[in-house]
Structure formats: structure tokens, C-alpha cells
């Protein structure tokens, strides 16, 4: 019998490859967490098309919801008021896509569901080298909190957090989805639209680039 691992899905590329390794050895609990932020429809129709993909049943998927992160605000992913710029022309060393300590609460939301259910781990596909910057989907980080982790769940818990593509390059995350037979074609990576991706935001961009690296046809139609 596989052990039970619960994957923190976005329905972005990163997470949907982070899923695809977890699943080849594990069965699938999958968690997304709307806060409020601009494509959250979006994210979740591409969770849902995933975990559908996989077979994953609704008792092994939870879709959480706070507005904490869109109140707190400081990202132009909650506040409207805030434009998404276009790639390269935000020049601060950390983005102002970044949503404040966004992936500690994703984390704690996941491992306080794997502590209930049982699972031996949760995965996370924070992308250090080839990401936008975030510091919380660095190494360092993610290593912080499997500290806090073991500090504060039960001992009997053991639960492990895992980040399978923290090191690979974005191009390598595609090819790596594309070996797994991941459903690349149900994800969402946009930070503006819901309907074709714009093309121009850093998500797009860093996105695009992967693919076209890889020598593999995006399957996500663009405005431009």
C-alpha cells in the first residue's frame, strides 16, 4: 500500500510536475488555497482539471479559502490598485508579485491536513534558481520550515517536506513533466488573465522561455 502524500497544487506548471513525482510513489491528497488573489478561478478550474487527470477524489482534495493575504495586502496579486508590470520592468530584488510569507501559510495549511490524514509528507514546488526571486521558495527556507516542522507536530508524524524541483531550471521542470506524462496542457501560470494568458508578466514570460528552451509547443494559448 502507497503511503499518502498531500501536494500543495496552485495548478501551475511547477506544482502539476511537483504532483506528477509525488504520485510515482505515493497516492495523491491535493490541497489549493484561494486568497483572494486576481486568476483564483482560474487556479482552481486548472486544480480541479488536474486532480481529475489523476483520479484524485473529492475526498483527497481541498480547496481552502482566506481573504488574510488579499487584507494584508502589498502584492499586485491581492490588490487590485497594484498593476502586474511586465516582465523586467519591476527592477527590485524581490518583485512586487511576491505575496508576503505566502508559501509558510500554504505549508502550514498543508501539514496541518497531513498530520489529520496520516500522510508521510507534502510537497511544494518552490523553484529556487528559475523563479521570480520570492524568498520564500528558497532552499534556505524550505529548510527553516521542515525545522519548524519537526519541532511542532507530533514525533509519531514524522511528516517530511519536499521540494522535487527546487534546483532544476524551468526548462528542466518541462521536460521533467513531459517524461512523467504530466498534464501540462491543464495548467495555469498567468498572473493577469483568466482567459489567454497575456504573454508579457513574468510568469509568461519565464514560462515561455522554458518551453521554448525545451523544444516543446506550449499548449496555453496567449494574447500575444
Known sequence: MKQLAVVLLSGGLDSCVTAAVARRNSDLALLFLDYGHRTNARERKAFHDIADHYGVPATRRLAAKTDAL????????????????????DRNDV????????????????????????????YLGAVEEDSSGYPDCTQAFCDAFAHAVDTGTRPESRIRVLTPVIHLRKHQIVRLGVELDAPLHL??????????????????????????????????????
Open 70 to 89: 488579499r487584507r494584508v495586502g502589498g502584492s499586485a496579486l491581492t490588490d487590485r490598485n497594484v498593476p502586474v508590470p511586465d516582465a523586467g520592468s
Open 95 to 122: 518583485p512586487v508579485t511576491y505575496v508576503p510569507f505566502r508559501n509558510a501559510l500554504f505549508l502550514s495549511l498543508g501539514i496541518s491536513w497531513a498530520e489529520s490524514v496520516g500522510a508521510s509528507s507534502v
Open 187 to 224: 495548467t495555469w501560470s498567468c498572473y493577469k488573465n483568466s482567459d489567454r494568458a497575456c504573454g508579457r508578466c513574468d510568469s509568461c514570460i519565464l514560462r515561455l522561455n522554458a518551453f521554448k528552451a525545451s523544444g516543446i509547443p506550449d499548449p496555453v494559448q496567449y494574447e500575444s
